[in-house]
């Protein structure tokens, strides 16, 4: 069993939490997993959070205490119970997830999760520590459609020069150097790109 120390619990960067089952539960191939599984997403509470959890999900103790995976993946339980079932084979699990907030808002969510168990090596519950990746995720989506949008902007100022029958060029007044001349320089002038 892990525990974690009430310094690292109340870290204000991280969201970690408790769920606990109400009863401890035997998870090999010797059971029903998708019985055993319905079970769990009925019966597998939270017990104990920190403020930033609470702020990631944007809800109050009174609210997030108790709940279960029914409530916290009402928006997408296969989706939760698929993570579920490979979380409780495998022990532990790092991923990322699509997850909402109480005011029915979407988040990304990056976590660390970790079983705990009986002496028997039933589960008991487990604990995990995660961060509302939400901002990075927008961040990046919105630097890949700069790029594309860049790259498309690119091709069509490519199409104009080529198909130009003026010389167009771009001089870098940092660098004090040329960076594009037109193709047909060479047609107008004797001078090829290189040379120019």
């Not at 279960?68 to 991923?95: C, M, S, Y």
């Not at 589960?123 to 990046?140: C, P, R, S, V, Y």
Request: aromatic fraction near 12%.
């Amino acid at each position: 069993q892990v525990y974690l120390t009430e310094t690292l619990f109340n870290q204000p960067a991280a969201g970690i939490f408790y769920m606990m089952l109400d009863e401890p539960i035997t998870w090999n191939d010797s059971i029903d997993k998708d019985k055993t599984m319905e079970y769990v997403f009925d019966h597998h509470r939270i017990t104990k959070v920190n403020q930033a959890v609470l702020d990631q999900y944007g809800s109050k103790p009174d609210d997030f205490l108790g709940a279960t995976p029914n409530i916290l993946f009402a928006h997408d339980l296969e989706q939760g119970k698929r993570v579920w079932k490979k979380f409780f084979d495998e022990g532990h699990l790092h991923t990322e997830t699509q997850e909402q907030r109480f005011d029915g808002s979407s988040m990304n969510v990056l976590g660390d999760y970790s079983c705990m168990y009986d002496d028997e090596g039933r589960i008991l519950g487990h604990f995990g520590i995660q961060l509302d990746i939400t901002n990075q995720k927008l961040a990046e989506q919105a630097a890949q459609k700069y790029r594309e949008e860049l790259t498309e902007s690119e091709e069509r100022y490519r199409m104009i020069a080529e198909s130009t029958s003026d010389i167009i060029w771009v001089y870098n007044i940092t660098a004090l150097k040329f960076t594009f001349f037109s193709p047909n320089i060479q047609r107008l002038l004797g001078y090829t790109v290189e040379e120019a």
